[in-house]
């Protein structure tokens, strides 16, 4: 089968379902290609940030998006000695519409975008259907080749592919593409554990003790608890009842409840990596989201940025696209647009990695600095700067206005 369209979009996450969504409201023919057939999948970043809300906003998509089953976070911090909480980022000092980071099932948002892109009729989106490879023809990108669920293969030759195929990128392979890899000192393994009414309700603690470091993520119902261990090493091999051990001793508010994990099959693993591409495209070739940087778990902004990569990309792209193929200055123009956002997020978790987590693995302390317990506690105000590189970023992208919509109802 040899077809065509204007733009295929590797990945149907959420930076592929966003610039699929927008590029086809440009009026631009628009195919995303998803190897699932769904989106039911064990996602762990499910964390959508007052920047997204916003653009939801944007889109007429906001109270849709807000009517699904959610938590809400409003800040992030650490207990002080006096018995209060240090404040390391305040969402509620930001002047949006939606203060919080909403807690929302991935697979919920990704519907919501599929639905809302159903309902232009440039938008393609082929589920069970595989990137096999890239086209390429003297240097440059000419489409794909993909593989159905079935087993029916063919090619799909486009304008433009967009790669947001995320940190394992087979896109970015097959155009040797090497991102610059940045140190880790761990890894995440994530559960799930049962969560009573009111307990972290609007809050988000990581806690510290013993070498141990663990991150519960308040949600409707249950914790989604990313368990820190040393870079490279296979927790699971020390069986699950070391497991729940440790997790009652970092956490002794589950230690009623850790029987809840049953075997080490409970566990998901996530290999923590840091990167950064130096150049985003290939003639024919965008990466965006965590194809082109990924970013370490801490803060959850992982999604975010690939979002307003996403953003970023139909804005300036979709005028070139209409007139034919985007050149590679149109291309370059993301990441130039991009690329100071990206690093000033990364330089902050690179800073928490140093300052927080490696010592505290590595026994030197349980908790943050001291210095820097007293100086936010002493000036909440500063709980403002790391509030807003997470929660809207160094620069936030707003949806075009070819893409804006008027708001849905809830229920329509």
């Known amino acids: ?11 149907g996450g959420p930076a592929g379902m966003v610039a699929g969504l927008l590029l086809a409201r440009a009026g631009g023919e628009v195919t995303v290609l998803e190897k699932h057939k769904d ?34 976070i409003s800040y992030a911090g650490f207990p002080a000695e006096d018995g209060t909480m240090m404040r390391l980022a305040d969402l509620t000092r930001l002047k949006v519409a939606h203060p919080f980071i909403a807690m929302v099932p991935q697979w919920d948002f990704l519907d919501l975008l599929a639905d ?30 993909y593989r159905t669920g079935d087993g029916t293969t063919g090619e799909l030759r486009a304008d433009l592919v967009i790669a947001a195929d995320g940190r394992w990128s087979l896109a970015r392979r ?16 994530w559960f799930r554990i049962s969560r009573d009414d009111g307990e972290y309700e609007g809050r988000l603690t990581p806690k510290m003790r013993n070498r141990r470091f663990a991150v519960p993520l308040p949600r409707k119902g249950y914790f989604q608890v990313a368990y820190l261990g040393p870079k490279g090493e296979d927790l699971r091999t020390k069986g699950i009842e070391w497991f729940r051990e440790n997790v009652a001793d970092v956490c002794p508010e589950f230690a009623d409840r850790v029987d809840e994990l049953k075997t080490t099959d409970d566990i998901k ?59 590679g200055s149109d291309l370059a123009k993301v990441r130039k647009r991009r690329l100071a956002p990206t690093m000033m997020v990364q330089g902050l978790q690179r800073l928490l990695h140093k300052n927080i987590m490696r010592p505290v693995m590595e026994g030197k302390r349980n908790g943050p600095p001291a210095v820097m317990v007293k100086l936010f506690s002493r000036f909440p105000v500063l709980s403002y700067v790391p509030a ?25």
Not at 1 to 11: A, D, I, L
Not at 116 to 140: D, N, V, W, Y
Not at 177 to 187: A, M, R
């Open 174 to 189: 097959e155009a040797g593409l090497i991102p610059k890899e940045y140190d880790t000192p761990f890894d995440a393994w």
């Open 269 to 327: 693993f996530l290999d923590v990596k840091m990167n950064l591409l130096r150049t985003w495209h290939l003639d024919g070739l965008l990466c965006i989201g965590d194809a082109a940087h990924a970013m370490s778990p801490v803060g959850g902004v992982g999604i975010n940025l690939a979002v307003q990569d996403a953003v970023a990309a139909a804005t300036l792209l979709a005028e070139p696209l209409r007139r034919g193929r985007p050149s």
């Open 116 to 145: 809302a892109g159903a309902k232009e009729p440039t938008f393609t989106l082929r589920q069970s259907t595989e990137m096999t490879g890239l086209i390429l023809e003297k240097g440059r990108v000419g489409g794909v080749r």
């Open 39 to 72: 989106f039911l999948r064990d996602f762990r970043g499910d964390t959508v940030h007052p920047s997204t809300l916003t653009l939801l906003d944007e889109l007429g998509l906001g109270e849709k998006f807000l009517s699904l089953p959610h938590s809400e």
């Open 388 to 412: 807003r590189l997470l929660g809207l970023g160094l620069r936030p992208e707003h949806a075009p206005a070819f893409a804006r919509r008027a708001m849905e109802p809830a229920d329509g």
């Open 1 to 11: 089968m040899n077809e065509r369209t204007n733009c295929v979009v590797v990945g």
